[in-house]
Structure formats: structure tokens, C-alpha cells
């Protein structure tokens, strides 16, 4: 299983360096682009996307979570942090477990 990251410039430089391919987009529609081709790659299990970027096209996101198994779309805050309104990951993962993290 593969993974790929959609986001800006320095999130995907930063999974570079791990590895990880991805595509650098400036705006919706390059992002609505970029995610139709990840999505279309059978090899890849897992599109790491930045919340920001997942933000502007967000019906096509939820869509492909409603509609599809894989790859599992997988939001993360990016370099400006965590949107307004959104739970941090260890907010998320606190929830998951049950119990408070470090």
C-alpha cells in the first residue's frame, strides 16, 4: 500500500523527505485535479490531504469517502496549523482511544 500527499509546496516537500510522493497545488481546481488522478491509481492505499486544500473542494472529498473504500483520504492540519472549527489530530486520536495523550 502507497501513500501520496496533496497539499501546499511545504507539506509535500516535507513527505518528500519520508518519501512520499505528491502534488503541490496553489488552488481548487489544480487540487480537484490532482485528487481525481491520485484517486484513479489502484496502487495507492492511503492520499494524505491537507485540510486547507481538502477545504476547497470539499464535495468532492466527501464524495469519494461516501462512495468509495479505497484509497482512504486522510485530512491533516498543514503548515498554518488546524482550521478554525476543526479537532486537532490528537484531539482525534484522544477520542479514538478513550484516554488523554501526553
Not at 468532492?60 to 488546524?82: K, N, S, Y
Amino acid at each position: 500500500m502507497r501513500f501520496f500527499c496533496i497539499g501546499d509546496e511545504d507539506t509535500v516537500r516535507g513527505f518528500a523527505l519520508a518519501g512520499v510522493d505528491g502534488e503541490a497545488v496553489a488552488t481548487p481546481e489544480q487540487a480537484a485535479v490532482a485528487l481525481g488522478r491520485a484517486v484513479a491509481r489502484a496502487e495507492l492505499g492511503v492520499v494524505v490531504i491537507t485540510d486547507r486544500v481538502a477545504a476547497g473542494i470539499r464535495r468532492q472529498v466527501e464524495a469519494h469517502r461516501l462512495t468509495r473504500e479505497r484509497p482512504i483520504l486522510v485530512e491533516i492540519p498543514g503548515p498554518g496549523g488546524v482550521l478554525p472549527g476543526r479537532k486537532s489530530l490528537r484531539e482525534l486520536v484522544q477520542e479514538a482511544v478513550g484516554m488523554r495523550l501526553g
